[in-house]
């Protein structure tokens, strides 16, 4: 597609259910980003990933946050045992390359709440 | 750890308003920053890269300006319109993190 695709848009989960979150970045970008936006919070980087790895997971919230892509292009988000501090938008973007002259293009994101 | 502060936090001015939006950070070993806008419930939307070397970008009533040794961007809009209402981000790439670092933005509201 044209732009950075999302799914679901949103997403209603009881507490201490899995979810996933998937993004299919623009077709050709190598880099992929995931960000975490709570209410009232600014953006919080969680992972990037260069192709198909990811270089550094340090920025994940918790053992219960994974991330994987596969082929190079769409990555899922997997949220174990959600709790209700999960709540926020899960924005995702990609470039180019990962190099400085590339502007990053983010989704429109994936709104979740825990209830 | 870096850290980017946007000033101010919120602004709300008549239409046709030259203004400014300001950002600092406080690493200023960056590769990149960029200014973003993001409209209620939506994404957001790339405005403006200036990568380290650069000390400047514009696009249309949009000038932003990098000093990246003072560790400082400026947003200048001009003529401001209603169209412009949102709440713009800077980002930074560099500095000790694998992903941008995220201001916590200004929101904007441009009165008809």
């Known amino acids: 597609g044209a732009g950075v695709s999302q799914s679901p848009s949103n997403k209603v989960t009881e507490k201490g259910k899995d979810v996933e979150l998937r993004c299919d970045p623009i077709?050709?970008?190598?880099?992929l980003y995931w960000y975490r936006q709570s209410l009232g919070q600014g953006l919080e980087f969680l992972i990037y990933?260069?192709?198909?790895?990811?270089?550094?997971k340090s920025g994940l919230p918790s053992d219960r946050f994974s991330a994987e892509r596969t082929g190079g292009s769409v990555s899922t988000l997997t949220i174990q045992r959600t709790q209700q501090e999960d709540s926020a938008v899960y924005l995702c973007?990609?470039?180019?390359?990962?190099?400085?002259?590339?502007?990053?293009?983010f989704g429109e994101g994936s709104w979740l709440t825990v209830v | 750890k870096q850290e980017v502060t946007q000033i101010p936090a919120a602004l709300s001015v008549p239409e046709g308003e030259n203004l400014v939006l300001n950002c600092s950070f406080t690493?200023?070993?960056?590769?990149?920053l960029q200014w973003f806008r993001q409209d209620p419930g939506k994404g957001l939307t790339s405005l403006l890269l200036?990568?380290?070397?650069?000390r400047e970008q514009t696009s249309g009533r949009l000038n932003a300006s990098l000093d990246k040794s003072s560790g400082r961007s400026t947003l200048y809009i001009a003529a401001s319109q209603p169209g412009d209402s949102a709440t713009y981000l800077c980002?930074?790439?560099?500095?000790?993190?694998?992903?941008?670092?995220f201001g916590k933005g200004t929101h904007l509201i441009i009165q008809p």
């Open positions: 973007a990609s470039s180019h390359t990962s190099g400085a002259g590339n502007t990053i293009y």
């Open positions: 077709s050709g970008h190598t880099a």
């Open positions: 200036i990568q380290s070397s650069q």
């Open positions: 690493d200023s070993a960056i590769y990149n």
């Open positions: 990933f260069q192709g198909n790895s990811a270089p550094d």
């Open positions: 980002a930074v790439l560099g500095g000790g993190a694998d992903g941008l670092t």
